[in-house]
């Protein structure tokens, strides 16, 4: 990246001389808002008033304190506000960089600054104190872009990372006065971290900055040698660059075009890094000046660069036109390299004043940038789409809350970064939920997930994660997924391993049922047991097998259980193939079982709730232990359990009436099952509440609750789903609720809508 040739700034290498006074009146004028007065012409007097009463806030609150240079502290959240005040930011945002360490450094805290200066300033000081707290643990360069992009979703508002850009700058410029041992880390941390945001934000001159004091501060002694080197080249090429400008300023008087020139020279670090990515010498470093050409238009541009094409020779592939194709952070110029005088090869960067203003200052050009003509092609042209929706927001209104709502989105809308508890950086989308998080970690970790701490708080396994969330997982051997997490879950991994650990279960339950219809369908064809595994055996399943056109005897038992065969049409086909073999039927047997089949109906099936997904409990009569109950072997659908008295079970009776089977209930259910109540009230304030607390009392469970969408009435029907332990237990419950005020009626709603 390249700079505008200017005098060196103020720097820890380079400080400024002490005014009269010596070193305390330059501390003392440092510290005083008056420093930073001259700079804030840009804003309303009632603007200028908060800005000052944060500063005396800041003052109060930063009393006593001193930077590692013996200043006091207040001189740093000064030097913050000066460089946002050069971005021309709002007095919402200059108050927050004056604040912007008293809540970790002062004991303020953030309802005292809600009430001094209201909540947005208290926003923009949580979030850079949020930031400040993420510690970045390791140098991996997957981790670093994680962090940066974590870095900037957190930063809810575009102002706090300007802000921190801000900090980080005059950290920086002060880093010679803190002890030598932590540069290697705070540089490394601001070339890995902070100059990237800089770029990716289009702070073009903040990102050369950070970068070269970060390289000041990595490594001192290439820094300087390097320093001496450009500074005798420079002195070496003075002639040449003013022949070169002398001839191009002649060119363009020539051709009558109105033409702003700036000389460039590229950064220390920039050099450095092409000569270590390229392994060159300083000597065959040949692009290290050039030129800068802000014209009044975008056609200019294009002129421009034909007219020095005329007056030099273009090199071969080096042309970009950054305008035509802006780069992602909003960055727009013509560049084309030339051979000059001497065959010295020159780059010229050709823009207008509007595209450099952008260039230079990125997604800070909001505030520096005053479109008069709000359809000009600057406006239409200017990049990326979040910048373009930004500046198209300042050009239409000056309605700052207008603009800020549309500030406020994040700059990765689709995804959100958590931390492990060993601070490894995953990226999910954006909505993920802890159960994602387990499965991202690893399959195993998500099918025994069992409940989960987000930042060291208990939380919900449905709990959506935010950016910078510290993620716990606590796993148990017993635990497993859940067919519920399938409504909450966001990534494709967590969705097809709980699917597969589900299908896989549900196949083995089914195949336990369907083993056991089989067996009681053969006992009642008078065999007592499945045939053995011998040869002979084999055969008679094998045939079996061809009948069912099945593959194997685990898929036809799993079969059975879903309901897609009949136990008693299997069982009499293997009956016959046992006969065949010369296998006779146990008559008394047969005798018996037949006789308790008539009895009851069918062989039955014994139902406790603990058969998951192989027997369901139909949400048409919703039965509980006590009803009388049969089973429908469902095609697909496994057994599913009716109340005997249920209209939908008998449509299907009359209909396909060999398909249904006894089933009773346990003497000893495992679990509560579902059923629906309505409760009649009159309206009136705390109804719900007296309901709910009569069925606490009656230790039902609410499932669901229905208050239909009719208007208010005098009286209303309340639709609950609770879960129940038997008739007795519903008995319970539907009299508590009789005896409790404002119920009129509580009866069970035994049919869908009844």
């Given at each position: 990246m390249s700079a505008i040739l200017q005098a060196p700034s103020a720097s820890p290498n380079n400080p400024s001389p002490p005014g009269p006074g010596g070193p305390a009146a330059a501390n003392a004028a440092a510290a005083s808002f008056a420093s930073l007065t001259a700079r804030l012409d840009y804003l309303s007097p009632p603007d200028l008033e908060q800005v000052?009463?944060?500063?005396?806030?800041?003052?109060?609150?930063?009393?006593?304190?001193?930077?590692?240079?013996?200043?006091?502290?207040?001189?740093?959240?000064?030097?913050?506000?000066?460089?946002?005040?050069?971005?021309?930011?709002?007095?919402?945002?200059?108050?927050?960089?004056?604040?912007?360490d008293a809540l970790e450094d002062c004991g303020v805290s953030k309802a005292e600054l809600i009430e001094r200066f209201g909540s947005p300033v208290a926003e923009l000081v949580d979030g850079l104190t949020k930031l400040d707290k993420l510690q970045f643990n390791t140098r991996e360069e997957s981790q670093a872009e994680s962090f940066r992009k974590m870095l900037l979703a957190m930063a809810r508002d575009v102002r706090v990372i300007l802000i921190k850009l801000a900090d980080r700058s005059h950290n920086m410029r002060t880093l010679a006065d803190v002890p030598r041992s932590k540069w290697a880390r705070i540089a490394s941390e601001t070339q890995e971290i902070y100059a990237p945001i800089a770029y990716r934000l289009g702070l073009n001159q903040t990102y050369r900055e950070l970068q070269d004091l970060s390289f000041r501060h990595l490594h001192p002694w290439r820094h300087a040698v390097l320093e001496k080197a450009l500074e005798r080249a420079r002195n070496r090429r003075r002639d040449l660059i003013q022949k070169v400008r002398k001839e191009v300023e002649t060119a363009f008087e020539s051709a009558n075009m109105s033409v702003r020139i700036g000389g460039r020279e590229k950064t220390l670090y920039s050099i450095y890094r092409k000569m270590d990515e390229k392994h060159l010498s300083f000597a065959q470093i040949t692009d290290m000046y050039g030129f800068r050409l802000l014209v009044p238009n975008q056609s200019d541009c294009y002129t421009a660069m034909g007219t020095l094409h005329q007056l030099y020779k273009p090199v071969p592939g080096k042309f970009k036109d950054h305008i035509a194709i802006p780069k992602l952070n909003g960055y727009q110029s013509l560049h084309t390299t030339l051979v000059g005088p001497s065959g010295v090869t020159i780059e010229f960067q050709i823009r207008t004043e509007a595209m450099h203003v952008v260039a230079e200052s990125g997604v800070a050009a909001h505030w520096l940038y005053k479109a008069n003509e709000p359809d000009s092609p600057m406006t239409a042209r200017l990049g990326a789409q979040w910048l373009q929706s930004l500046l198209d927001i300042q050009n239409e209104t000056r309605d700052a809350a207008e603009f800020w709502d549309h500030v406020k989105v994040d700059l990765f809308p689709d995804a959100v970064y958590v931390f492990t508890p060993k601070s490894r950086i995953l990226a999910l989308p954006r909505g993920a939920t802890v159960v994602d998080f387990a499965y991202a970690i690893h399959s195993d970790i998500g099918d025994r997930t069992m409940a989960a701490r987000v930042n060291g708080e208990q939380v919900p396994l449905r709990t959506e994660l935010k950016n910078g969330d510290v993620v716990e997982v606590v796993t148990a051997s017993v635990s497993a997924p859940n067919p519920a997490w399938l409504s909450f879950v966001r990534t494709g991994r967590a969705r097809s391993k709980i699917r597969h650990h589900l299908k896989t279960l549900a196949q083995t339950e089914s195949e336990g049922l369907g083993e056991k219809l089989l067996l009681q369908a053969l006992r009642a064809e008078g065999i007592e047991r499945f045939p053995t595994d011998d040869s002979t055996s084999a055969g008679i399943w094998d045939k079996l097998l061809r009948f069912t056109g099945n593959r194997n005897r685990s898929e036809l038992l799993v079969d059975i259980g879903l309901g897609k065969r009949i136990a008693g049409i299997v069982a009499k086909r293997m009956a016959t193939l046992l006969s065949e073999s010369g296998e006779k039927p146990n008559a008394v047997l047969m005798t018996r079982e037949r006789f308790n089949a008539e009895s009851s109906g069918h062989s039955t099936v014994i139902v406790d709730g603990s058969e998951n997904a192989s027997v369901q409990y139909a949400s048409c009569?919703?039965?509980?232990?006590?009803?009388?109950?049969?089973?429908?072997?469902?095609?697909?659908?496994?057994?599913?359990?009716?109340?005997?008295?249920?209209?939908?079970?008998?449509?299907?009776?009359?209909?396909?009436?060999?398909?249904?089977i006894g089933v009773e209930w346990s003497d000893e259910p495992t679990r509560a099952f579902e059923t629906g109540i309505v409760v009649t009230v009159n309206n009136g304030k705390g109804v719900l509440a007296r309901v709910a607390s009569a069925l606490a009392a009656s230790e039902a469970d609410i499932i669901h609750i229905d208050m239909g969408q009719e208007a208010a009435q005098e009286t209303t029907d309340l639709r609950f789903v609770i879960a129940v332990r038997d008739r007795q237990h519903l008995a319970t419950a539907l009299r508590n609720l009789q005896r409790t005020s404002s119920v009129l009626q509580a009866r069970r709603c035994t049919a869908a809508g009844a």
């Open positions: 000052r009463q944060a500063y005396r806030f800041a003052d109060e609150a930063h009393l006593g304190q001193l930077r590692n240079s013996g200043e006091p502290y207040i001189t740093h959240p000064i030097a913050v506000a000066a460089q946002c005040a050069e971005w021309k930011l709002d007095a919402q945002a200059l108050m927050a960089a004056l604040l912007h009569c919703r039965p509980i232990p006590g009803d009388v109950i049969v089973g429908y072997l469902g095609r697909g659908e496994g057994l599913v359990v009716h109340a005997e008295d249920c209209a939908v079970a008998r449509k299907l009776h009359n209909k396909d009436s060999e398909r249904f």
